[in-house]
């Protein structure tokens, strides 16, 4: 299924307690890839940080237990992991 059907599907929803209930298992599956992500950063990975539509590119200073601190925009950014991509690097 693609994002545009979804957001079709979304559109047509007419319960507020089925909105919920579908932002509550979007908030799970966030925090799941977030901690899976959490696993494979390590100090030094240069990775994206997206913050509604903007993105930022910088390099990972500290992993903490929820959170990541990155160097971006000339500043320390503690992060949430759901809220970080990792970069490829070509290998």
Known sequence: MH???IEQKINKIE?????????????DRKE???N????S??????VTVRSGRK????????INRT??????????????FSMITKEQTDE
């Open 3 to 5: 994002i545009t059907e």
């Open 67 to 80: 959170r990541a601190v990155i160097d971006m925009r000339g500043g320390s950014w503690t992060v949430p």
């Open 41 to 46: 950063l390590q100090i030094g990975d240069k």
């Open 36 to 39: 899976r992500l959490k696993y």
């Open 15 to 27: 319960d507020l307690r089925d909105l919920n209930l579908i932002q509550a298992w979007i908030k």
């Open 55 to 62: 993105m930022d590119e910088g390099t990972i200073t500290k």
């Open 32 to 34: 799941f890839l977030g």
